[in-house]
């Protein structure tokens, strides 16, 4: 993948597709990115040769387009995921040993990753406030500005997905 600003956003679709929302439209309400985003960042994924679209026919004879992930988009997945996991952790590290400067730095370069720790669940929400909390740290410097699905009910679908908050037994501070 491209790396860039777009990044965060492009891993996220990528994720969406992996679990199975494979139209534009449930990725944009998984997600809470935009239509015209998402729309973007496919063509984009398809471009790379990491997700391929595929024509089905649906009712009534109408033409359904479907997203899958390719081989080499699931590599790049677990790449990220791998990569993300790594960064969480060393989060959780700081915060434990209390090094704050360190923590405020990794919290701000991670800034427009926190969605898509959130969507993979790689992170939940409670564990992160509660490390901000700890370091004194004021939460609204370290979230996105918009958080996808801000608007509307995070993880509420209809799909039976969304956001995954985590759980609490992953790590201990």
């Known amino acids: ?10 891993v996220m679709v990528l994720s969406a597709i992996a ?9 944009a309400k998984a997600t809470g990115l935009s239509a015209f985003d998402v729309a973007m960042i496919v063509e984009r994924l398809i471009l790379h040769g990491l997700i391929v679209k595929r024509e089905k026919k649906g009712l009534l004879g109408r033409r359904k387009v479907e997203l899958t992930i390719t081989e080499k988009g699931d590599r790049e997945l677990q790449e990220r995921r791998f990569e993300l996991e790594q960064k969480w952790q060393r989060m959780v590290m700081l915060a434990e040993q209390g090094k704050r400067q360190e923590f405020e730095k990794e919290a701000l370069s991670m800034k427009s ?21 700890m370091m004194n740290l004021a939460q609204q410097d370290y979230m996105p500005e918009q958080l996808p699905g801000a608007g509307g009910d995070m993880g509420e679908t209809g799909e ?5 908050w985590g759980d609490f037994g992953d790590v201990n501070i």
Do not use: Q
């Open 1 to 10: 993948m491209v790396g860039s600003e777009e990044e965060p956003k492009d």
């Open 19 to 27: 679990k199975g929302y494979n139209t534009e439209e449930k990725i």
């Open 113 to 133: 990753w926190i969605p898509i720790m959130l969507f993979m669940g790689i992170m939940d929400m409670m564990m992160w406030m509660t490390m901000l909390n």
């Open 160 to 164: 039976g997905g969304g956001w995954d």
